[in-house]
């Protein structure tokens, strides 16, 4: 990711509180009736009803009459060990136990359909942290949009995750898609947690992320990868070193639209935490290749840019330069505008990319070159002759 996201408290996080309390105390021995005492003190009987103390409860007596007390121990420290997101994602170490590895009689309790399709947590995402008829958040006074809100006003608009886009409202709730970090198929007692919830853009969220899962590059051989966690990162886009290749040059004939790859590597070879994070980023959410096409695609306006700066009668500082001498000029001048600054990489989209190739530019001003044309009748005259 390309910056640090910042979090703050916000009342919506009861509720995954609410599951925390419900987890820890359902473990102990003693607990062998339910009652609201299983929650925190401010779920009463106004909330703890209807579908919400239904599903609660069934669960709860699905444990105590299903499972040894070893059972509901083991169910209890997994809840709290998936939950410790950042533990997760910084070190690989960390036991990280998803719904197919418990043992089969607990994974069929925790993914016990509670309605069409949804077990318990799924069911709290749907009804309870993002429904307006939620009762708990009728209660509390407070939405998801009221947290995008808190978001926005600590955050940019710009998804840190690739920085080729803004976030998309959507329309009738006013906040983007939250994309569940680690996806709640498999991971659904982190289903309902603030802490696994981003705002991610559209493309990130739908097309490209997906239910990926992000702490293993494999997932059936169960080999961890840690990952940067957008709360709590120390590495940033200054971190990382852009190098394009170029397969195919943008000319005539192409129509501008080259070929390339881009590589993005950690300045710091001896980092291995930065190297392991950068290639988790890179590989979930597809940066190089994304990169590589944002640049096809723009390379033609990028360069139509750069030889309109070139020409004498709009080159303010060298006016009396032929448009061969502006251009390094030019290029330059560009290159100034699209560097990577705090300010820039959180407000311009597509920026990376745009910096990735003019700095390509600066060694290769050839592809610039062969584009233009001075015309032999007029010689103080150029031809941009891809539009000829
Ligand atoms: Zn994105």
Redesign the pocket.
């Known amino acids: 990711m390309l910056f640090q996201l910042h979090s703050s408290k916000h009342e919506i996080e009861k509720i995954h509180e609410l599951l925390t309390q419900f987890f820890t105390k359902i473990a102990d021995a003693e607990t062998a009736e339910f009652s609201n005492s299983l929650f925190p003190t401010w779920v009463n009987d106004d909330i703890m009803k209807g579908k919400l103390k239904e599903n609660f409860e069934g669960f709860f007596h699905r444990c105590k009459t299903s499972l040894s007390q070893d059972e509901v121990s083991l169910l209890s420290k997994t809840f709290l060990e998936n939950n410790d997101i950042i533990e997760l994602c910084l070190n690989k170490a960390a036991s990280l136990t998803g719904l197919d590895d418990l043992p089969q009689n607990i994974s069929a309790i925790v993914d016990f359909q509670v309605t069409t399709g949804k077990n318990l947590f799924q069911w709290l995402y749907s009804y309870i942290l993002t429904s307006k008829d939620s009762p708990i958040l009728k209660t509390l006074n407070t939405s998801l949009n009221d947290h995008f809100e808190s978001f926005q006003s600590k955050n940019p608009s710009i998804?840190?995750?690739?920085?080729?886009?803004t976030y998309t409202l959507i329309d009738t709730e006013g906040r983007p898609d939250y994309d569940h970090y680690l996806n709640s198929s498999q991971y659904p007692f982190s289903a309902v947690n603030l802490n696994n919830l981003f705002p991610?853009?559209?493309?990130?969220?739908q097309r490209?992320k997906g239910a990926d899962h992000i702490l293993f590059d494999n997932f059936l051989e169960k080999h961890r990868r840690t990952s940067f966690y957008p709360y709590n990162s120390k590495y940033s886009y200054k971190d990382f070193e852009y190098q394009l290749e170029c397969l195919e040059e943008p000319n005539i004939s192409n129509g501008l639209k080259g070929q390339f790859n881009v590589s993005i590597d950690a300045i710091d070879k001896d980092d291995e935490v930065l190297k392991e994070n950068l290639r988790t980023w890179v590989s979930v959410?597809d940066v190089e290749k994304r990169y590589a096409e944002e640049i096809r695609r723009s390379t033609k306006s990028w360069i139509d840019i750069i030889i309109y700066d070139s020409f004498p009668e709009v080159k303010e500082t060298n006016p009396e330069n032929n448009v061969d001498q502006n251009i390094d000029l030019s290029i330059s001048e560009n290159v100034k505008i699209c560097k990577l600054t705090d300010a820039r990489i959180t407000s311009m989209v597509n920026l990376v990319p745009q910096f990735i190739f003019h700095q390509y530019l600066l060694e290769n001003s050839s592809i610039i070159r062969a584009l233009i044309k001075i015309d032999e009748n007029t010689s103080s005259k150029v031809n941009m002759n891809w539009l000829n």
């Not at 998804?159 to 886009?165: A, K, N, Q, S």
């Not at 991610?200 to 969220?205: E, F, I, P, Y």
């Open positions: 998804c840190t995750f690739c920085g080729l886009e991610m853009g559209l493309r990130c969220n490209v959410f």
